[in-house]
């Protein structure tokens, strides 16, 4: 699976867009790219994934740039509750049953009043 | 809540003794997966299964062990524990083995005096 690169550390005012990036300069043609994000302690929480189209859900957007090299989380409107550690990962498709998701160190985001 | 029960919450022990983390997957999840997070590692894959049978097997010691039952619960075993075996053990279940999209317990935190 690529390697990703994240910053450590972002902050966000309240009620702005958190845009969070991800570098994965060597991924492959059938890696996708997943982002969980884990509130203080909790199990972590899948957000969002994509192959190569942007993508939107109820939680957020994930932007894949044409090269596929980068990725941008987009949380559109920014809470207190957004607070939390955001983890970038790229995953091959398998098919098979034996698999595992490689958490790295993630940006701590911190939303701010 | 991701449907997914981890028990115990907490557990304080002492070192060289054993415990069992349990965990029960959501209804219809085959995949169960163990991570560990301790405050200098970040979260590190230890084993997966999937319908039974171990598929996958990440940075897990010796004294370690787990194992999925015919009701697709999990236990991991941890003995002969040690200070440093002090951390957060999280479950994560899928439906298949393919953990694009985990979803994770509320961990079991494990303290050893």
């Known amino acids: 699976d690529a390697k990703t690169t994240q910053p450590p550390s972002m902050d966000c005012a309240e009620g702005r867009a958190a845009n969070l990036p991800c570098n994965h300069s060597?991924?492959?043609?059938?890696?996708?790219v997943y982002w969980y994000r884990q509130i203080h302690s909790q199990g972590p929480q899948y957000i969002i994934h994509?192959?190569?189209n942007n993508e939107t859900n109820e939680m957020a957007s994930l932007i894949i740039t044409e090269d596929r090299k980068s990725s941008t989380l987009i949380l559109p409107h920014a809470t207190l509750r957004d607070t939390a550690v955001y983890y970038c990962?790229?995953?091959?498709?398998?098919?098979?049953?034996?698999?595992?998701?490689?958490f790295g160190t993630g940006t701590r985001l911190q939303v701010t009043l | 809540d991701s449907g997914v029960t981890q028990t115990p919450k907490h557990l304080i022990t002492a070192t060289g003794q054993r415990v069992t983390l349990r965990c029960s997957p959501r209804?219809?999840?085959?995949?169960v997966y163990w991570y560990q997070q301790s405050l200098d590692q970040g979260l590190q894959f230890l084993i997966q299964?999937?319908?039974?049978?171990?598929?996958a097997k990440g940075n897990i010691l010796e004294r370690f062990s787990a194992q999925q039952f015919p009701d697709l619960h999990s236990e991991l075993n941890l003995s002969s524990l040690e200070l440093g075996d002090s951390a957060l053990y999280f479950c994560?279940?899928?439906?298949?083995?393919?953990?694009?999209?985990?979803?994770f317990g509320e961990g079991s935190r494990l303290t050893v005096l």
């Open positions: 994560a279940s899928s439906v298949g083995g393919y953990p694009g999209e985990l979803f």
């Open positions: 060597t991924i492959s043609g059938n890696e996708y």
């Open positions: 994509g192959l190569k």
């Open positions: 990962i790229v995953r091959g498709d398998y098919t098979g049953t034996a698999s595992k998701l490689t």
């Open positions: 209804s219809g999840d085959l995949s």
């Open positions: 299964y999937y319908n039974g049978e171990e598929r």
